[in-house]
């Protein structure tokens, strides 16, 4: 026992003195009081009548409140504090005369937990304390259940998401990215465009420098294409073994284009040997890329389509160059 914070609510000076001494008496050490309405609103910073936000580090385990009070009313006063979200669940014993007996049904329906008639006795109060600060602590165990199995679920959903050896989005990613963009883009009447990546002649790197340096690889050119494209609502992503995406809200052909070039030249000037590679001797990519604004009825598959077959004929002329490729009105429609 002794553990647990009470706040004592009640207008009678004698009635706090004799609840402290009862409580003090069964081991609870960190009792608060109250006077009223408006000293419980100021004990948790709310407003005079019990709106705006509550003090941050609240650490309070159980109220025992008084139903006849001059002013607002121990009812009243625990319908409010009810109504704030971080102290709803405080749980509350009403302490009431033996005259507000009619008192006892609202007191339930606006949500206490318990409540106790005075002339309070000692070992009843103890009893009821004892009880509701179990309950509290069960509560609060739980609900540090639950937020940890949530925090474990959001990290599991951003694994979901992310590449493991990049550190980038994932193919998966990507598809929900790029859907919802898509219809942002319609929605909107923007364009979009999408740039589909490949590390030229990458068989041949990892049959010459290994797997482990071919994975090394794919992390330096994942964190050069982020480089490249540094809008906040651009995507770089990991396709599937040396290919990656861009998509780029927004951008029409020209400037995805760009994009490209830009991050094609970033792969260049990080100069990786590639020594056996038909077109350097460092290591290069190539680009396929397309844009369009999404037209109702059309779906992101056309976008992608293009953008492979543009990256198809980039990698048939041995790579190191961006290839742009529109859907033709044929194909969206
Ligand atoms: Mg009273």
């Not at 009678?12 to 408006?38: K, N, T």
């Not at 165990?141 to 979901?160: D, G, S, V």
């Not at 190539?286 to 992101?300: D, E, H, Q």
Request: hydrophobic letters at 45%; proline letters at 4%; charged letters at 25%.
């Amino acid at each position: 026992m002794g553990k647990g914070s009470i706040l004592i609510v009640d207008d009678a000076p004698e009635s706090r003195i004799l609840l402290r001494r009862m409580l003090a008496g069964c081991g609870y050490g960190a009792i608060y009081e109250a006077d009223g309405a408006a000293a419980v609103f100021a004990f948790f910073g709310l407003d005079a009548d019990g709106g705006g936000e509550p003090l941050d580090h609240l650490d309070l385990d159980l109220i025992l409140l008084d139903i006849v009070m001059p002013g607002l009313d121990g009812i009243e006063v625990c319908r409010r504090l009810k109504g704030v979200e971080v102290l709803r669940d405080i749980p509350i014993i009403m302490v009431t005369a033996a005259n507000t007996d009619s008192n006892l049904r609202a007191v339930f329906e606006i949500g206490a937990m318990d409540y106790l008639h005075k002339p309070v006795k000692r070992v009843e109060l103890c009893a009821r304390v004892k009880s509701a600060l179990r309950l509290k602590e069960e509560m609060d165990r739980r609900l540090a259940l639950t937020r940890e199995l949530e925090q474990a679920n959001q990290r599991l959903r951003r694994m979901a998401m992310v590449d493991g050896l990049t550190g980038i989005a994932n193919r998966r990613c990507f598809d929900e990215f790029l859907d919802r963009e898509w219809r942002r883009c319609q929605r909107d009447g923007w364009s979009i465009a999408v740039c589909l990546a490949d590390i030229d002649f990458f068989k041949l790197y990892n049959d010459i420098y290994g797997h482990l340096q071919g994975d090394d690889v794919l992390k330096q050119v994942a964190a050069l294409f982020q480089q490249a494209v540094n809008r906040p609502g651009d995507l770089v992503a990991r396709f599937g073994g040396e290919e990656f995406v861009f998509v780029l809200s927004g951008a029409d052909a020209e400037g995805a284009g760009r994009i490209a070039q830009r991050a094609m030249d970033l792969v260049a000037g990080a100069a990786i040997p590639h020594l056996h590679s038909p077109v350097s001797e460092y290591l290069t990519v190539c680009f396929g890329v397309s844009a369009t604004t999404p037209r109702p009825g059309t779906y992101p598959r056309l976008l992608l389509d293009c953008a492979d077959k543009a990256l198809y004929d980039a990698k048939q002329t041995r790579g190191n160059r961006v290839v742009t490729l529109l859907p033709s009105a044929d194909d969206s429609r």
